[in-house]
């Protein structure tokens, strides 16, 4: 007999999605990280802010070219990124592991894609990469990072073609380009059906992706829905990054687009999903 899903255990799913968190070790270390993750927050928000208002214009009139001040922009913002995640370590709310930085810096004209666990994901690619572009959520220009944002980076209300052309612009100007498959973050448990944009994009521009496993101890607190105030309930957030062999789209050329995107979709969540287990 097929098994009926009640709409109530549906519309009540988030409430018993964090029903295996482990009790909370230890009271006052868990507020004290729940303080400095305001704070972090806070920071991060000034940050932008300035970025906006007070880098990016004057910065504006000294690069003769768009391409020459998304580039410099860009830096910029890697290594802010880099003083924000070594903020968040010395006050020990996070440890950050990539396998290797060197190769980062030296990624270009690629795009790399990796599953997204938590909000701060992007903020620990960036700070590896000097040189990334990213497409970010349309409804983020309407927050805080709007100032960053419409100067640097490409937005998903975009239709798709306009989406493509600047995405292949910035991938054959040098940068990488940045593309959570799931185009959202993954939940706690299981993952979200991965988008072929990245595929799709990467067979227009010729250039490869790269693939990104983000692991580390539970993300609870910065998760999709999570509360503000929540936090890991037994360890700062330990992040590690491993990158994996390059996907040609070379490699797909055979195939009619739509099949060749597929495929090369089911071979990205494959690396991923075999870090992962």
Known sequence: MEKRTDPDSLSNAYRYAHDDLPPVSNYVLYWYRIFIKLICFSLFGTGSILLAVIIFPPMRLFCRTKDGFRHTASAFVSAAFRFFVWFMEFFRVVQFTPDGRNKYRNLHSCIITANHPSLLDVVFI????????????????????????????????????????????????????????????????????????????????????????????DKFGLGKHDPMLAFNHTDKYVYTMTMLPQIDPASYRGLPEPVAAKHMTQDLRAAIDSVSQ
């Open 126 to 217: 960036i700070s590896l990469v000097p040189d990334a572009d990213c497409i970010v959520r349309g409804g983020l220009t309407k927050g805080i990072l709007a100032g960053v944002i419409r100067q640097l980076y490409i937005t998903n209300t975009l239709d798709y073609e306009t989406l493509k052309a600047d995405c292949i612009e910035s991938l054959h100007s040098g940068s990488c380009l940045i593309i959570f498959p799931e185009g959202t973050r993954t939940p706690r448990h299981g993952v979200n059906p991965y988008k072929k944009g990245a595929a799709r994009i990467s067979l227009a521009s010729g250039c490869p992706i790269v693939p990104l496993h983000i692991g580390g101890t």
